[in-house]
C-alpha cells in the first residue's frame, strides 16, 4: 500500500473530542478503514486530459492514508476547442473507466464518492448527457465545478503540501482544457483565475500539424495578453510559483533525469531553474513527437501536448520573474479530497514541516538522539567556519542538518553496513518541505558519513548525479564524517569547535565540556576520518589536541576495520 500523506497543517473539521485508547482487536478485513474512526473517502477528477481516482482514509487528525489510486486518459477535451462537442469515442472509454473507478471504490468501502468534471465537461454543449449517462451506468453524481472552484482546488492541495505562510505565491494548474491561477499572499488567497489555455486546447489550436518557431510564437503571444493581465507586475513580480498537473509533474521528471536523478521516489516539491525551463522546452519543440519517447522523465501520454503546456509555463514565468518554478505532485483530485473529508489545510512557515518530518522519521528509525544531536550540531559549527570557502550556502546548511540528523538511522535495519541502509531509508522515505533533488542529496550525505569515499568508478548512484551536485555531497560528507569522529564514544564530549585557516593547514581545535574526562577517543576519532576533507579543501586537515599538537591518524583504512 502507498505510505501516507501528513499535510503540512491540517484541521479537521468539526473537531472531534479525542479518543480513549482501544484494546486489541481481530485483524481488520482488507477493504476496512486503516484506523477506527477514519473516513474512507474516494475523489474523482474527470479532467480533460485525465480521470484519475484517489481512495484514501482520513484521520480526524488530517492524516491521509492512500489506499488505492486508478488513472485513464480518455481525452475528453480532443476537439472540444474546435468542434465543440465531446466525442463518442472519448465518452464511451470516460465512462468505461468510470464505471471501474466507482466499483472499486465500493468494493473497498468507500462511505462516500466525489466525482468533479472540469473544462472539457464544463464548455462542451453535449456535457450534461455525458453527465446523465455517468450517473446511469457508473452511479456516480459529478458535479461540473466552475474554473474558480477548479483554483479554489489547487490551492487547499498546495497549502497542504507546501509553506506558504510568509511570501506571494501563484499556484498555477495547467489541465488539457483550462489553465487555474490562485493569487495569495501570506497565506490567504486574494484572486481565483481560471482561463480556457489548456494543452490539449493550445495544441490544436496552433500545434496540431506538428511544432513550428512560428506556430509556437503565435500561442505564446496569443496566452501573454491574458496572463499579463491577471498578474499586474507591480503585485506579483518576485512571487513564489507552485505548478500542479501533468505538464509539471513531467517537467520535473525531465528537469530530474537530466540532473542524474532516476532514483527519487516522487518528483512532488522539485525547483525547476527558469533557465531549465526555457531549455527543456526549445529541446522538446526541436524534436519529431515521436522522438520525445526517448526523453527520459516524460511520460509516453503526454509527448504530443507536452510543448503547449510548456509553453505556458513559461509566459507565466516570464512575467512573474521567479528564479525557479516548484512542482506538485498533488493537484485538483488531492484537494478534491481534502474537501470531501472536510480537512482545512493551516498555513505553515517556511521550515516548520521539514524540521518536523525529518525528526519524526529519525523517531520512527528509533535514532540515538543525544549522538545524532551531537553530530548535527558540531556539523554546523565546522559548516559555519569553512562552508563559504568550499563554495557552500545556506541550501547547503540544511541538506547537512537533516543528514547529520539521520546519519545513523540504518541501525534500524543492522548495524553492519549501516551508512548503506541509512542511504536507502532516506531515498525512500516521505519527507514535507525537502524537494528531491534535496532528498537525494541527504540520503548520500548520510551514507558517507563513513565507509569509502564517494567514487564515480564504484557507486553507481553517485556516479550517475550531475557532477556539480557529486562535488556538494563530497564537501558536505567530508563535514559530516569529522563532526562524526568528534562524538565517537556518543558521549557528547566536544562542547564546540574552533577552526582556524592558515596557509599550509585547515586546523581543528575541540574543546570540551565541561564535564569531559579526556577528548582522547574524540581527537582519534576525527582524526582517522579526516581524509576526504583533506582532498576537499587541498591541504592537510590538523586536528589538534591539548597542548597543541597534531593528533596522527594510524593506518588503517578509514571507517572499514574502526566499525564505525
Same mark, same amino acid.
Given at each position: ?94 465512462? /468505461?473507466?468510470?464505471? !471501474?473507478?466507482?466499483? $472499486?471504490?465500493?468494493?473497498? @468501502? %468507500?462511505?462516500? =464518492?466525489?466525482?468533479?468534471? +472540469? ?105 501573454? /495578453?491574458?496572463?499579463? !493581465?491577471?498578474?499586474? $507586475?507591480?503585485?506579483?513580480? @518576485? %512571487?513564489?510559483? =507552485?505548478?500542479?498537473?501533468? +505538464? ?317
Amino acid at each position: 500500500m502507498p505510505a501516507p500523506t501528513r499535510l503540512i497543517g491540517s484541521a479537521a473539521s468539526p473537531a472531534r473530542a479525542p479518543r480513549a485508547p482501544r484494546a486489541p482487536r481481530a485483524p481488520r478485513a482488507p477493504h476496512a478503514p486503516h484506523e477506527q474512526g477514519d473516513q474512507r473517502i474516494a475523489a474523482i477528477d474527470i479532467g480533460s486530459n485525465s480521470i484519475r481516482q484517489v481512495v484514501a482514509d482520513v484521520s480526524d487528525n488530517g492524516l491521509i492514508r492512500i489506499v488505492d489510486q486508478m488513472k485513464a486518459a480518455p481525452r475528453l477535451g480532443a476537439g472540444v476547442g474546435r468542434k465543440g462537442n465531446l466525442s463518442e469515442t472519448a465518452i464511451d472509454q470516460a465512462v /468505461a473507466a468510470l464505471t !471501474r473507478m466507482a466499483t $472499486l471504490a465500493r468494493q473497498l @468501502g %468507500a462511505k462516500r =464518492i466525489e466525482a468533479v468534471a +472540469t473544462s472539457a465537461v464544463r464548455d462542451a454543449p453535449n456535457g450534461p448527457a455525458f453527465i446523465a449517462r455517468v450517473k446511469q451506468e457508473a452511479g456516480l453524481k459529478v458535479r461540473i465545478l466552475a474554473g474558480e472552484e477548479e483554483a479554489q482546488l489547487a490551492w487547499r492541495s498546495a497549502l497542504a503540501h507546501f509553506e506558504l505562510g510568509k511570501g506571494r505565491v501563484v499556484v498555477v494548474d495547467i489541465g488539457g482544457g483550462s489553465v487555474e491561477l490562485a493569487l495569495a499572499a501570506e497565506g490567504l488567497v486574494e484572486r481565483l483565475i481560471s482561463l480556457p489555455y489548456g494543452a490539449i486546447r493550445l495544441t490544436e489550436k496552433f500545434l496540431c500539424d506538428g511544432v513550428s518557431p512560428k506556430g509556437l510564437m503565435k500561442l505564446r503571444k496569443y496566452v501573454r /495578453a491574458d496572463i499579463e !493581465r491577471v498578474l499586474p $507586475l507591480r503585485d506579483w513580480r @518576485g %512571487a513564489d510559483v =507552485i505548478g500542479s498537473g501533468g +505538464t509539471f509533474t513531467n517537467l520535473a521528471g525531465i528537469y530530474l533525469a537530466r540532473q542524474g536523478m532516476r532514483t527519487v521516489r516522487s518528483v512532488h516539491g522539485t525547483r525547476i531553474p527558469r533557465e531549465e525551463v526555457d531549455a527543456i522546452l526549445a529541446m522538446l519543440a526541436g524534436m519529431p513527437v515521436q522522438d520525445r519517447l526517448n526523453v527520459a522523465g516524460l511520460n509516453a501520454g503526454r509527448i504530443d501536448i507536452i510543448v503547449a503546456g510548456l509553453a505556458m509555463v513559461a509566459e507565466v514565468l516570464a512575467r512573474v520573474e521567479p528564479p525557479d518554478v516548484a512542482a506538485s505532485a498533488f493537484g485538483i483530485h488531492e484537494g478534491l479530497l481534502l474537501e470531501t473529508a472536510r480537512i482545512k489545510p493551516l498555513v505553515a512557515d517556511p521550515g516548520e514541516a521539514r524540521q518536523r518530518s525529518v525528526r519524526e522519521f529519525a523517531e520512527r528509525c528509533h535514532y540515538d538522539a543525544p549522538h545524532a544531536k551531537q553530530v548535527q550540531r558540531l556539523s554546523l559549527q565546522l559548516f559555519d567556519s569553512i562552508g563559504a570557502r568550499l563554495w557552500l550556502d545556506a541550501t547547503d546548511r540544511a541538506i547537512l542538518s537533516d543528514a547529520a540528523l539521520l546519519h545513523d538511522v540504518g541501525y534500524h535495519i543492522n548495524y553492519e553496513g549501516h551508512h548503506k541502509h541509512s542511504y536507502h531509508l532516506i531515498l525512500h522515505a516521505e519527507f514535507l518541505g525537502l524537494s528531491p533533488e534535496e532528498q537525494v542529496i541527504v540520503a548520500h550525505v548520510a551514507r558517507y558519513h563513513r565507509g569509502s569515499h564517494p567514487s564515480r568508478r564504484r557507486h553507481r548512484d553517485f556516479a550517475q548525479l550531475d557532477v556539480a551536485v557529486q562535488k556538494r555531497i563530497r564537501r558536505l560528507a567530508a563535514i559530516l564524517r569529522v563532526a562524526d569522529g568528534f562524538d565517537r564514544g556518543h558521549v557528547g564530549a566536544v562542547d564546540l569547535i574552533r577552526v582556524r585557516w592558515l596557509d599550509r593547514a585547515l586546523r581543528i581545535t575541540p574543546i570540551p565540556t565541561s564535564k569531559a574526562r579526556t577528548l582522547r577517543l574524540e581527537l582519534w576519532g576525527a582524526a582517522r576520518k579526516a581524509q576526504l576533507l583533506e582532498q576537499v579543501v587541498k591541504i592537510p586537515v590538523e586536528v589538534v589536541g591539548p597542548g597543541g599538537k597534531p593528533v596522527l591518524p594510524d593506518d588503517e583504512s578509514e571507517g572499514v576495520t574502526d566499525g564505525e
